[in-house]
């Protein structure tokens, strides 16, 4: 059993819909919480991370993060055609270029 | 905008022949990353860098695989010889180590071994 798992979908919502995205996780030594987004041949860029338990928001991007369940998700608020693109999770127990764990990614296109 | 940089954007080799992918990480960041991405396996840490030197390479192949950082701006991964189960996308990324952010990724090399 892989310690991060994340449904790879795909999965695909029409435009305006809320999204949500998520990760369990194994390993309770996790702290800081990531998701990077990823265009088609491009690389991975960090969209929002959150540390230990609770929510973050920035603009139509909320992270969650429950420690007690071992899972996080992101949801994404009207939705737009410019969010398709593939989404990973990433944990690490510190922060500061440290060693993250990748989930599978998930696959989301929002069509119009 | 500084960006971590990544040659050959696209590699077609055939079997048995070294490949040399290299990365420039941004400048002032401490902490270099390899990484492969694959269809089946996803995004798997091959290994990193702090200050040049190597902290964690278990993620890679020792027989055919190495990584080296010359110097502060400079980052190599080789793999030699190449077989086809190496055929993946190849990302480099870098960070600051302390520091709140994390790792930048580059734009990667797609690799394809016949």
């Known amino acids: 059993q892989k310690e991060v798992e994340q449904d790879p979908g795909p999965l695909s919502v029409p435009e305006g819909a809320i999204v949500s995205l998520n990760c369990t996780y194994s390993?309770?030594?996790?702290?800081?919480f990531m998701w990077y987004r990823q265009y088609s041949r491009k690389g991975p860029e960090l969209l929002m991370y959150?540390?230990?338990?609770g929510n973050k928001e920035d603009g139509r991007f909320t992270a969650q993060v429950d420690k007690s369940s071992k899972y996080i998700s992101l949801f994404i608020r009207d939705s737009q055609p410019s969010d398709s693109a593939t989404y990973l999770c990433?944990?690490?127990?510190?922060?500061?270029?440290?060693?993250?764990?990748f989930g599978q990614g998930t696959r989301l296109t929002i069509n119009p | 905008d500084a960006r971590v940089t990544q040659t050959p954007r696209d590699k077609v080799t055939e079997m048995g022949q070294e490949v040399t992918m290299r990365c420039q990480p941004i400048?002032?960041?401490?902490?270099v990353f390899w990484y492969r991405q694959t269809m089946m396996q996803g995004l798997e840490l091959l290994a990193y860098?702090?200050?040049?030197?190597?902290?964690?390479d278990s993620g890679m192949p020792k027989d055919r695989f190495s990584a080296e950082m010359p110097d502060a701006t400079l980052a190599t991964l080789k793999i030699q010889p190449s077989e086809p189960r190496d055929s993946a996308v190849y990302f480099c990324?870098?960070?600051?180590?302390?520091?709140?952010?994390?790792?930048?990724f580059g734009p990667g090399t797609r690799l394809t071994v016949l």
């Open positions: 400048l002032g960041h401490n902490t």
């Open positions: 959150t540390y230990s338990s």
């Open positions: 990324a870098s960070g600051k180590s302390g520091w709140t952010d994390t790792q930048y």
């Open positions: 990433a944990m690490s127990g510190t922060l500061g270029a440290q060693k993250l764990v």
């Open positions: 390993n309770s030594a996790f702290q800081y």
């Open positions: 860098f702090r200050n040049r030197a190597p902290l964690d």
